[in-house]
């Protein structure tokens, strides 16, 4: 069986080998981790056979549960490389660049921002690395609607001193659960959570959040 798991490993290797070097770029920028797209730039995946000028639904699923395994780089470098079918039809139907062009400029993120998306937060309590930052009852509708994706961070003055692990909406005063930073300091005081859509078009909730943050 070992065996077998090193053979097909090696045969992925070779068979994305045979497509082109891949040659990842830095992205043109990035939100809260995520890579964004710039002129002339693609999303690849490290041994995958096609390529994406847009955030699709392969490329979100990618970000969700492998996120070292997408890559950037530039639609020049692509190789044998195919272009995404369903990257494809996203831009035939906004009315984008036909395939085998050069898709446009993508400088927005994949997630636009719903209403009321600031809910405040407060401390109430901080163990063993785990900081606990509770919500109003009002917002708990809200919370419970809303769900915790990868690499979703506590920001603090632009650094990033943790990681939402989950969102507790089972309370009266719901709780976001954080794992802060081994290197973080920890400040006590309010805290806002923002809310966005979720990065996949399959999430079974409307609201993700994007991140923490102390209040203003």
């Known amino acids: 069986m070992i065996g077998k798991h090193f053979k097909g490993g090696d045969s992925a290797r070779a068979e994305a080998k045979a497509l082109g070097v891949l040659k990842p770029v830095e992205p043109a920028a990035r939100r809260e981790g995520m890579p964004l797209l710039g002129a002339g730039q693609v999303y690849v995946m490290k041994y995958g056979r096609e390529y994406h000028s847009s955030w699709c639904k392969v490329v979100a699923d990618k970000w969700s549960h492998a996120p070292r395994g997408l890559r950037v780089t530039l639609l020049a470098d692509v190789g044998a490389r195919t272009r995404c079918r369903e990257c494809d039809r996203a831009l035939k139907a906004s009315g984008g660049s036909p395939a085998g062009e050069e898709p446009r400029q993508l400088h927005s993120a994949p997630a636009s921002t719903p209403a009321d998306a600031v809910i405040p937060l407060r401390v109430v309590g901080v163990a063993h690395g785990i900081l606990f930052l509770a919500a109003r009852p009002e917002y708990r509708d ?29 309370r009266d005063e719901p709780l976001l659960v954080i794992q802060l930073d081994p290197r973080a300091t920890f400040r006590n005081g309010l805290y806002q959570v923002r809310l966005r859509r979720p990065l996949q078009r399959s999430a079974t909730k409307p609201y993700a959040v994007e991140s923490v943050e ?3």
């Open 142 to 170: 809200r919370l419970r609607e809303s769900a915790v994706e990868p690499a979703t961070p506590l920001l603090v003055g632009g650094r990033r001193d943790g990681m939402v692990v989950r969102i507790d909406a089972s």
């Open 214 to 216: 102390p209040a203003p």
